[in-house]
Structure formats: C-alpha cells, structure tokens
C-alpha cells in the first residue's frame, strides 16, 4: 500500500510558477519499482494525464499542452514526486493529483495507476 500526499499547489498569477510536491508513504520508492504521474481536474471536465516519470527517472512523458513548460522529477531516497510548473496559464487552473503505478514504468492513462493522492489545487489567474 501506497499513501500519498501533495502539496505546493496555491493562486498565481499568469506566467508564474509554482512546484508541486507528492511526497509517499508505506512502500518506498527505494524498496518498489513504481513509476508516477501527475494529473489534473478542471471544474466540469474529466480528470486529464499531465506527466508521468518511471521509477529510475530514465523516462519522462508529458501531455503536448505542458511541454517546455512543465518539468516531472522525483527523488526516491526522498519518496517524493514533484512537478515544476513554469509560465503558468489561467488554462492550467486546476486540482492536481499525484499517483502511483504499480510498474516501473508511467502511463497516460488514470485507470492504470493504483494509488492517488488527495489532490492540490493550482489557481492561475489572468
């Protein structure tokens, strides 16, 4: 079992920044091969792929909306997920979730992660 929690998310204005961090407990990223990815939910839509990372941070993937802007790392040692958001805009407004697959390698789609945080909620105001 995998719990997770995230945080860092807040209002910002347009073209600021924010770092979100998923930071896991129970199994540990040292001890189980498990990829992450971040997710996200606008008000009225379904929950989107953002990133996802594999578990020795050999391969990342990113949704085309967020590429050059957004930045998935993780540190195992640390049990932590982060995902660095630069030039934010009003369209990226919503509630973040982190979560874990039990595979060393992320996927794009939720169903096939097997723990989830609470989620954080991103603000970007115009």
């Known amino acids: 079992q995998v719990q997770l929690v995230e945080s860092g998310g807040g209002l910002v204005q347009t073209g600021g920044s924010l770092r979100l961090s998923c930071v896991a407990s129970?199994?540990?990223?040292?001890?189980?091969?498990?990829?992450a990815g971040w997710f996200r939910q606008a008000p009225g839509k379904e929950r989107e792929f953002v990133a996802s990372?594999?578990?020795?941070?050999?391969?990342?993937y990113y949704t085309d909306s967020v590429k050059g802007r957004f930045i998935i790392s993780r540190d195992n040692a640390k049990n932590t997920v982060y995902l660095h958001m630069n030039s934010l805009e009003p369209e990226d407004t919503a509630v973040y979730y982190c979560?874990?697959?039990?595979?060393?390698?992320?996927?794009?789609?939720?169903?096939?992660?097997?723990?989830w945080g609470q989620g954080t909620q991103v603000t970007v105001s115009s």
């Open positions: 979560a874990v697959r039990e595979s060393a390698y992320g996927s794009t789609w939720p169903n096939e992660y097997d723990y």
């Open positions: 990372i594999s578990w020795r941070a050999e391969n990342t």
């Open positions: 129970g199994h540990t990223f040292t001890n189980y091969a498990y990829a």
